[in-house]
């Protein structure tokens, strides 16, 4: 019997998923990893019958779809990922005897363009937090982002546990690759918290820090939504994320000399030429964030 003929493409994929699950990948990554697959498999749909088939899945089909995001301006860091989840899918099967071969295993991925990361300068983050100041619960995540670092993820599965007012710090629990780390909790984060903690209105099963309207917990479009929102009220045209306040926070702190292990920030994000921020900061040298 051939290893193709034991599985379908689609019952490949729930293997997989259970192995990625059962090798402690986080939720986040597994769900990320099985949406670049899933985006790969609804295209080859429409390149041929049979990609249900395993092994049937060749080198040209997954360099035809690595091509057709770049028509797509995807990014060169963006098809890198989306060639690993494939990479690692077609070695999964491989691995078991499902396909004889990986078709990615040659495929060189692309170069990554050398870009300068986002971040606000003083004018900017201050009106983010003029127009998010109208709201409470708002105004403490912004303040949050912006004074320890913390991703979009991470803010959202903060528990009320987490915070420790009396040693003014910040347990983060499962970070990125899967670790605690404590962060500092400086007075104007602590303020903005405490000031939406008088006023956290939440269902008595949620014990996270941040919640919605309806009393359960926030997700993490929801803060993408709102911060977007905030972005486009303050008149901040420029691109940016969520991820710009992360990049924002190494980079001040960084100028301060403040950084260490504790934020959970790497060092290439925080050096002052990773973050593409050397000029910005000698034309602003007092801008700070604390």
Request: charged share 30%; with cysteine; hydrophobic share 35%.
């Amino acid at each position: 019997m051939r290893p193709s003929e034991k599985k379908t493409t689609t019952e490949s994929i729930e293997l997989y998923r259970q192995s990625l699950e059962g090798n402690n990948y986080s939720a986040q990554s597994i769900k990320a990893c099985l949406g670049d697959l899933a985006q790969f498999i609804k295209w080859l749909q429409t390149r041929r019958v049979d990609w249900d088939i395993p092994h049937r899945i060749e080198r040209i089909d997954i360099v035809q779809f690595i091509n057709h995001l770049a028509e797509q301006k995807a990014s060169a860091i963006t098809r890198k990922r989306k060639l690993a989840a494939i990479r690692g899918f077609l070695k999964f099967c491989k691995d078991n005897q499902i396909i004889y071969g990986n078709p990615a295993d040659t495929i060189e991925g692309p170069i990554r363009e050398e870009r300068d990361p986002s971040i606000l300068l003083k004018t900017e983050y201050k009106a983010l937090l003029q127009v998010a100041g109208g709201n409470t619960r708002d105004l403490a995540i912004v303040m949050l982002f912006l004074q320890t670092g913390l991703r979009v993820s991470e803010l959202v599965n903060l528990k009320l546990t987490d915070i420790d007012f009396t040693s003014r710090e910040i347990t983060v629990r499962q970070g990125k690759g899967r670790k605690d780390r404590v962060v500092p909790l400086v007075k104007q984060a602590e303020q903005s918290l405490k000031a939406y903690l008088k006023v956290r209105d939440a269902q008595p099963e949620y014990d996270e820090v941040f919640i919605a309207r309806n009393g359960t917990s926030m997700d993490v479009r929801t803060v993408r939504y709102r911060i977007h929102k905030y972005y486009k009220e303050a008149g901040i045209k420029k691109k940016a994320s969520v991820h710009t306040l992360r990049h924002t926070f190494s980079t001040h702190q960084t100028r301060l000399g403040r950084l260490s292990a504790k934020y959970g920030v790497p060092k290439k994000c925080c050096s002052l030429k990773s973050t593409g921020c050397g000029n910005d900061l000698e034309k602003y040298p007092h801008e700070f964030l604390s």
